[in-house]
């Protein structure tokens, strides 16, 4: 995979929750690439250990470790491995996430709601807290345990993922548009509490990337766009999806200690333009 700026994060331990998906797993190929030893989390072992495996055939430094980002022993336990196997984190990457479907509705708009959809007043609490608690406490968690690396050593780097939705809520997912909201909030909060403990946090917003999980939502069966696929790019001024690799360049600046030594509490929108443009 080629990377998008030369950076050098040779020794540093980076940690990256997520991992055994498609935009995280990418991240920690990324940074296994510029020296960094790379602990890679997912709930699916299969799929980090395999990762590991892959980097590791590459002669990069990656281990893979089972975790539930919801699960503060779990993630301790992890943490006293990670320690054991490459030393404190440098760089945690909050890169847990996702939707439910039981956190969303069918319809877009309430009046085109027909017999037998999932309307607003079909969501259950325990979807919408299930989806609240797996991107709110998921950052939150991981960062207790493993900032307090950082705080030992007075330096470090917090990088949370946002979206396009902590923006402007779309329609249909209400949940994770509010969970997303948070983290952007939570991401300053974070950057005013740790600013005297040399430990800087940031977030990224990526825009609308196509994945297994939204992938229905985007595409028919034929492969064709579906028609909300089809108001996402008229309302993004480039035009297209973003690719995965695209949000590299901007997670790699936002943790680069030299490029971004002054940089703490943003949310960079890499999005095609979409959170620009107004529709007019």
Request: with cysteine; charged share 15%; aromatic share 8%.
């Amino acid at each position: 995979m080629k990377l998008p700026l030369n950076n050098d994060f040779s020794g540093k331990v980076v940690v990256v929750t997520g991992a055994g998906g498609v935009l995280c797993g990418d991240m920690a190929r990324a940074y296994a690439q510029a020296g960094a030893k790379v602990a890679a989390l997912d709930r699916n072992l299969e799929k980090v250990t395999a990762l590991a495996e892959e980097l590791r055939a590459q002669g990069y430094i990656c281990n893979g470790y089972a975790a539930n980002v919801l699960d503060p022993e779990i993630l301790e336990s992890v943490h006293q491995q990670v320690l054991a196997d490459f030393g404190p984190c440098d760089i945690l990457i909050n890169g847990a996430g996702g939707n439910n479907p039981r956190a969303t509705t069918d319809n877009e708009y309430q009046h085109e709601a027909k017999e037998g959809d999932t309307t607003f007043f079909d969501l259950t609490s325990d979807g919408v807290d299930f989806v609240f608690k797996l991107n709110f406490q998921g950052t939150l968690l991981p960062t207790q345990v493993f900032a307090r690396d950082m705080v030992e050593k007075h330096s470090g780097n917090i990088l949370n993922i946002s979206s396009m939705n902590a923006y402007i809520p779309l329609t249909k997912i209400p949940a994770y548009s509010g969970a997303k909201a948070a983290i952007s909030n939570f991401t300053q909060w974070l950057a005013t509490h740790f600013a005297g403990s040399g430990i800087r946090c940031n977030a990224i917003a990526p825009g609308f990337i196509v994945s297994r999980q939204n992938h229905a939502l985007l595409f028919n069966d034929d492969g064709t766009p579906t028609a909300r696929s089809a108001k996402i790019l008229a309302g993004t001024p480039m035009g297209r999806f973003v690719d995965s690799k695209e949000l590299l360049g901007g997670v790699f600046f936002l943790t680069n200690d030299s490029a971004a030594s002054a940089i703490t509490g943003v949310v960079l929108p890499i999005d095609c333009g979409f959170s620009a443009y107004a529709g007019v």
